[in-house]
């Protein structure tokens, strides 16, 4: 199982009072930290309402009392273990409570680093329902709302390990890859009912993905990681201008080119050149 404080088995709901004047209202999932964190504090510097998942209520409540304080937003915790299916559709049912849901940002996730035949079938279960299963519902709780309430944003978060094939991360890679795929086909399939989705494929980060994944980074992925705070940015920015695909960071923009005229062998191999680490565990 992946290392946690709390992996609640239940939900804790919690409102502040409505307002007059209704804000937009954006859901974000995986809030705690990280990219989650800084999409939750540039959305509330918009202005708009939250309702924050993640497993460890602690930190969602910190958050959460931080973004009142300093800009007088809305915001609804709630807890939740995205590999647990139970846990998913209870999350459903609570957010059922909500009348409208104007931006959905389906960011939880995570991966370990390791040899396939290494990696307990556990660790795969729970890597294929969080980025995977967990996220496929969701999608369709809220392109259903999008659409009866008349329009609404979906962003999805893949990672670049969707677009290149990143073996010792074979499973997160090949899960983020359908996201991507995913994205595609409902973008053309909401065209008629002005729910517009985009995804966004992240490269290495500075959170604390790697320390989950038990990856020790290389001196390649460190020259690489990119600021999380510019990664959501960029990821509003694009969903905004109607972009399909977001790939932040000019050198994986120009790596994501060059793969279009690439083996898909090669690239694995060079990812797992970059990904290679002194400490990755043996099958």
């Given at each position: 199982?992946r290392?946690s404080?709390?992996?609640p088995?239940?939900l804790?709901?919690?409102m502040d009072a ?5 804000p ?5 999932s995986?809030?705690s930290?990280g990219l989650g964190?800084?999409f939750?504090?540039l959305l509330?510097?918009?202005?708009y309402?939250l309702i924050l998942?993640a ?8 958050l959460a009392?931080?973004?009142r304080?300093?800009?007088q937003?809305?915001v609804?915790?709630i807890?939740a ?9 209870r999350?459903i049912?609570s957010?059922?409570?909500t009348?409208r849901?104007?931006?959905a940002i389906?960011?939880?996730?995570f991966?370990?680093?390791?040899a396939?035949l290494g990696?307990r ?7 294929i ?6 996220l496929?519902r969701?999608?369709?709780h ?5 659409k ?5 944003q979906?962003?999805q978060v893949?990672s670049?390990?969707?677009l290149?094939?990143i073996p010792r ?12 795929a ?5 973008n ?10 985009s995804v966004?494929?992240p490269?290495?980060?500075a ?8 990856h020790?980074?290389?001196?390649a992925m ?6 999380a705070?510019?990664v959501?940015?960029q990821?509003?920015?694009g969903?905004?201008r109607g972009?399909?695909?977001?790939t932040p ?8 080119f060059?793969?279009r005229?690439m ?8 990812a797992?050149?970059?990904v290679?680490s002194k400490e990755a565990?043996?099958?």
């Amino acid at each position: 199982m992946r290392p946690s404080k709390i992996a609640p088995r239940h939900l804790i709901y919690r409102m502040d009072a409505p307002t007059a004047v209704a804000p937009p209202v954006a859901f974000i999932s995986g809030a705690s930290s990280g990219l989650g964190r800084e999409f939750a504090q540039l959305l509330a510097e918009r202005g708009y309402s939250l309702i924050l998942t993640a497993r460890r209520l602690d930190r969602l409540d910190q958050l959460a009392d931080t973004l009142r304080q300093k800009h007088q937003v809305h915001v609804i915790t709630i807890a939740a273990d995205l590999a647990v299916p139970a846990d998913v559709e209870r999350l459903i049912e609570s957010l059922s409570a909500t009348s409208r849901i104007d931006l959905a940002i389906n960011n939880a996730g995570f991966g370990y680093y390791g040899a396939f035949l290494g990696q307990r079938t556990e660790q795969l279960d729970e890597m294929i329902q969080v980025n995977l299963g967990s996220l496929t519902r969701l999608t369709r709780h809220f392109a259903e709302v999008m659409k009866q309430q008349g329009g609404g944003q979906i962003l999805q978060v893949s990672s670049y390990a969707g677009l290149q094939p990143i073996p010792r991360y074979s499973v997160y890679s090949a899960a983020k890859a359908y996201v991507i795929a995913l994205t595609q086909g409902l973008n053309y399939e909401f065209r008629k009912c002005n729910v517009r989705t985009s995804v966004l494929c992240p490269g290495f980060m500075a959170t604390e993905f790697h320390d989950v994944a038990q990856h020790a980074k290389t001196r390649a992925m460190r020259m690489l990681t990119t600021d999380a705070r510019r990664v959501a940015e960029q990821g509003l920015r694009g969903l905004k201008r109607g972009q399909l695909v977001i790939t932040p960071g000019w050198w994986y923009r120009l790596n994501n080119f060059a793969l279009r005229f690439m083996p898909r062998s090669v690239a694995a191999a060079l990812a797992a050149g970059i990904v290679k680490s002194k400490e990755a565990p043996s099958p």
